[in-house]
């Protein structure tokens, strides 16, 4: 999960603005990552993921970085919009069952 | 319409009294988990079922139970509950195992007095 370091809790940039939300996974041997994303009164969604063979993915205005060298995992979102105003986790994976969820950032769009 | 089913949504229980919280998904997934997310703590595994009889305790899988007898339903117990375990509790499922796509529940919001 996020590092005291990385972890920003709540990331605040205005609307039509790029938003990067960092993440530091804890595992070396982890070898897949994912987003969610998590409005209030809602489950995690899942946005985008990426295997630890890669270094970017692209979606749908959002992009996963990795950085396996320094265990470091970032979300891009371009042209944020008041309907990406949400919490986002990152999570690990290293063994098949089991998944590790980050503390999250709160992501707030301002119009 | 895919999706994970949690009941109940809110719930309201005395330290001791058994409780059930179901969850059941429609589709056709062998992997299955359940979280509790806390302020402040993110989302913790408690247990996770990779097949049907198959299950295996998370992070936090003290007070709780759970059991795959079929596919499509993965109940979590808590036979004795404590004032600690009030929390928000997630449901999810994905194609196989925790390398996938996981689709989650609305959750349930679980208070012990």
């Known amino acids: 999960g996020e590092s005291v370091g990385l972890h920003l809790p709540t990331l605040s940039v205005q609307e039509g603005d790029n938003s990067i939300i960092n993440c530091a996974y804890s595992?070396?041997?982890?070898?897949?990552f994912i987003w969610y994303k998590q409005e209030s009164g809602k489950g995690p969604q899942f946005i985008i993921d990426i295997r630890s063979n890669m270094d970017k993915r692209q979606g749908q205005r959002v992009t996963v970085l990795l950085n396996k060298t320094v265990k470091h995992l970032s979300l891009q979102i371009a042209a944020t919009q008041p309907g990406d105003s949400a919490v986002y986790f990152c999570?690990?994976?290293?063994?098949?069952?089991?998944?590790?969820f980050g503390q999250g950032t709160t992501l707030q769009v301002k119009p | 319409e895919a999706q994970v089913t949690q009941n109940p949504r809110y719930l309201i229980t005395v330290t001791g009294k058994k409780l059930t919280v179901t969850c059941s998904q429609n589709?056709?997934?062998?992997?299955m988990s359940w979280y509790r997310q806390d302020p402040g703590l993110g989302l913790r595994q408690i247990y996770y079922s990779m097949n049907v009889e198959v299950t295996d305790k998370g992070d936090v899988p003290e007070g709780y139970k759970v059991s795959r007898k079929e596919k499509r339903n993965f109940p979590l117990i808590l036979e004795s509950p404590s004032p600690n375990q009030t929390s928000l509790y997630f449901c999810a499922s994905s194609l196989e195992g925790a390398h996938t796509e996981a689709f989650f529940g609305q959750g349930t919001r679980l208070t012990v007095v």
């Open positions: 999570a690990e994976n290293w063994h098949t069952g089991k998944l590790i």
């Open positions: 589709m056709n997934h062998e992997y």
């Open positions: 595992n070396s041997a982890s070898d897949y």
